[in-house]
């Protein structure tokens, strides 16, 4: 099993910056790619960001020259850099896990980013 913990979110005004990290824990190596999705109220969960262990990055259009997604050197941590936030950014962000030995994702709990105007 592996169990993801995200943590940076909070409340900020449009225009600033956040980071949000995301820790891996259990069989963590098994996990060959690492992503933060999104989904705000009344809309399905969205592709933000996703990274493989080879370091491939692929952005949503609308986050693309905003947001930056890496992985920590210890292989176990993401990390979403999201700068120039708009109100429009606002959601509960997800960290996602996913291992080619897994009929399943993994998913954290969610943390909650508001961007106001």
């Known amino acids: 099993q592996v169990q993801l913990v995200e943590s940076g979110g909070g409340l900020v005004q449009a225009g600033g910056s956040l980071r949000l990290s995301c820790v891996a824990s259990?069989?963590?190596?098994?996990?060959?790619?690492m992503g933060w999705y999104r989904q705000a109220p009344g809309k399905l969960r969205e592709l933000v960001a996703r990274i493989s262990s080879g370091g491939s990055t692929n952005y949503a259009d609308s986050v693309k020259g905003r947001f930056t997604i890496t992985r920590g050197s210890a292989k176990n941590t993401v990390y979403l850099q999201m700068n120039s936030l708009k109100p429009e950014d606002t959601a509960v962000y997800y960290c996602?896990?996913?291992?080619?030995?897994?009929?399943?994702?993994?998913w954290g709990q969610g943390t909650q980013v508001t961007v106001s105007s």
């Open positions: 996602k896990g996913e291992s080619p030995f897994s009929p399943y994702d993994y």
């Open positions: 259990g069989r963590i190596s098994s996990i060959n790619v």
